[in-house]
């Protein structure tokens, strides 16, 4: 693939611009969110290639932006946000992913390391046992096949209703969990016979679950507000997605897509950005099946919850008031959403493309939680599996410059490929257990993928987003346990 070495130009100690005039089409700058260090990294592959030809999609407004987590991805880097008109814009399945709202939740509960430690070993057993893992892993949940399209509707509403969880816990999750607009119709068949067996799964890859102690606290008023208390509190976290389903809702609309850009006389100089009119039936029935996949996730991330708080209770011989694991927040970074933004003194409605990116809204925004009216929208940043992951929170800064967007995680310096040619999984795992991490994965070599070595470092990340304005750091979590599958 190569270095990139088209120009950039430095705005301040954060930002860096690709000028609109770098490439023949292009209707907007390109903004890079990174430090000299982290530029350095991003500069080794082509991702920025990639954020100057998303600045050529119709319709997009003021900017084609990249996190610092940017790294190459399908069609849109991933680390990359675009906003689209409406009304004369394009929506693209490239600017959400194939892994539609991949997304993380945090859980804090009322233990202390010192209680879960002992146990940690067994716990992250019992959790391996409960919450099904890996490629093609099916789920506890006996789905009907005509039960799918409820799923799609109501998202975590539906497994709540099902036993799997708290009514409190729709009020910390993103759209309630529950994005309207749908319409099971726009998933085809091969689709939903995926998501059928797959509910309640963590799925492999980067998906995880983290048994975490809370390290440092930053801001303590903020943190205390979202329930975490003290260095030495366990977390939980949950970083998976719409599984085999959305994969496939990707993947029929990339096709669909591609018809309609001859249609539509759309031209691009990738293919990977197949896009359609926001307006127009294709953009439509994307948007509307795109939903769906969307509450599947969160379906999916609400049923693996409930297990997770019965695996703390059976393995510690506790009840659920004991272990609180009251959810803090879930957030998705695989979305394109219509949203309301302020541009030139008025509203405008846009359509939203964050792939690998957090929503990051501020304190007082209509959309977030009246729990956290005050402090703003919770953003949850998880790093590696080998070092910390961050809790925030969004900005006003965010809303004038992103969108009211942050970064989504770590991000790679190392595909999986060049990861496993490099790094052997049995070495990664005695790097972890040297550490005090507890690991259980589905095979080594999954392991070796998702060592330290091929990610960024979230530190860094997180301080760039904290340094430009866009989110600002609340609390550090380390891992004492992880499952991947």
């Known amino acids: 693939m190569g270095a990139w070495n088209g120009p950039l130009e430095k705005i301040d100690e954060y930002r860096w611009r690709i000028p609109e005039n770098y490439k023949k089409g292009m209707r907007v700058p390109g903004i890079i969110y990174a430090d000299e260090a982290l530029l350095k990294q991003i500069s080794q592959e082509q991702a920025m290639e990639q954020v100057a030809n998303v600045a050529m999609l119709p319709g997009i407004v003021d900017y084609s932006l990249a ?4 790294h190459w991805g399908y069609g849109f880097p991933i680390g990359g946000v675009a906003a689209m008109r409406v009304s004369d814009g394009v929506v693209s399945p490239g600017g959400v992913g194939f892994d539609i709202n991949c997304g ?3 859980l804090r509960t009322n233990l202390t390391g010192e209680e879960v430690y002992p146990r940690i070993t067994e716990l992250i057993e019992t959790l391996y046992r409960n919450v099904p893992s890996g490629v093609g892993s099916k789920g506890k949940v006996k789905l009907r096949a005509k039960e799918i399209n409820e799923v799609l509707v109501k998202g975590s509403r539906w497994a709540v209703e099902q036993g799997y969880g708290r009514p409190e816990d729709l009020e910390t999750t993103e759209e309630n969990g529950e994005m309207s607009g749908t319409d099971p119709d726009k998933v085809s068949a091969r689709a939903k016979e995926r998501g059928v067996p797959q509910l309640g799964t963590l799925g492999s890859g980067n998906h995880f679950l983290e048994v975490a102690l809370v390290d440092q606290i930053y801001e303590p008023e903020i943190a205390n507000t979202m329930g975490i208390n ?22 029929d609309y990339i096709k669909e897509m591609m018809r309609a850009m001859v249609k539509y006389e759309i031209q691009l100089p990738d ?17 509307a099946a795109m939903r769906c996949a969307a509450n599947y996730a969160w379906a999916n991330r609400q049923c693996i919850t409930h297990w997770v708080r019965e695996s703390f209770c059976q393995t510690l011989r506790i009840n ?29 409605k846009l359509c939203v493309h964050r792939k690998g990116a957090t929503r990051a809204f501020p304190p007082g925004h209509p959309d977030v939680p009246a729990k956290y009216s005050a402090i703003g929208q919770p953003v949850l940043i998880p790093g590696d599996m080998g070092r910390v992951s961050y809790v ?41 257990q040297a550490r005090g991490i507890t690991v259980r994965a589905g095979n080594l070599a999954g392991l070796a993928e998702e060592a330290s070595e091929a990610y960024k470092d979230v530190s860094a990340v997180v301080g760039v987003t904290q340094g430009a304005g866009i989110s600002r750091i609340v609390a550090r979590t380390k891992p004492i346990g992880v499952i991947k599958g």
């Open 320 to 348: 659920s008031a004991e272990a609180g694991l009251e959810l803090i927040y879930d957030v998705t970074h695989n979305i394109a959403k219509i949203e309301e933004h302020q541009r030139k003194g008025k509203k405008e």
């Open 104 to 106: 993380v939740r945090i």
């Open 271 to 287: 293919r990977q950005l197949a896009c359609s009119p926001v307006k127009s039936p294709e953009g439509q029935s994307y948007l």
């Open 230 to 251: 003290q260095p030495g509190q366990v977390m939980l976290l949950i970083h998976c997605g719409s599984r085999g389903l959305g994969h496939q809702v990707a993947d």
């Open 67 to 70: 996190m610092p987590d940017i």
């Open 392 to 432: 925030l929170v969004g900005t006003e800064q965010a809303m004038k410059e992103t969108f009211g967007s942050t970064c989504h995680g770590a991000g790679r310096v190392m595909s999986r490929t060049a990861a496993k040619r490099h790094l052997r999984g049995r070495d990664v795992l005695e790097s972890l």
